[in-house]
């Protein structure tokens, strides 16, 4: 069976970090683009980071940039997001997603999606 299985996540106060990481399973992923997206309470899911196949290139929303930092493993089909000076406005669930087109998972039209970690940052 296909999974990826997120953790990781937690309470945390503002200006503080976590890494979430994302255990994929079922099949080889180390020819998959991988990504993060989030969904805070309320408001629709979005995008946070997302890492080509060689793991060479990384893309970051701009909400993130220079704090969040995408990585992975390719050998342990694992991806990570190390979250720094988190803020309460990073409160959210967080999701990862892979998929063989690293335009499906930037666009969130991933073909494989974990079930989320909840972030919760504290002010």
């Known amino acids: 069976q296909v999974q990826l299985a997120e953790s990781g996540g937690g309470l945390v106060q503002a200006g503080g970090s976590l890494r979430l990481s994302c255990a994929a399973s079922g099949r080889d992923f180390s020819n998959d683009a991988m990504g993060w997206f989030r969904q805070a309470p309320g408001k629709e899911r979005e995008f946070v980071a997302a890492?080509?196949?060689?793991?060479?290139?990384?893309y970051n929303a701009d909400s993130v940039k220079g704090r969040f930092t995408i990585s992975r493993d390719r050998a342990k089909n694992t991806q990570y997001l190390q979250m720094n000076s988190l803020q309460p406005e990073d409160t959210a669930v967080y999701y990862c997603n892979a998929d063989p087109s690293f335009y499906r998972v930037r666009e969130g039209a991933a073909d494989y999606w974990g079930n989320g970690t909840l972030v919760t940052v504290s002010s």
């Open positions: 890492i080509r196949r060689g793991g060479g290139s990384t």
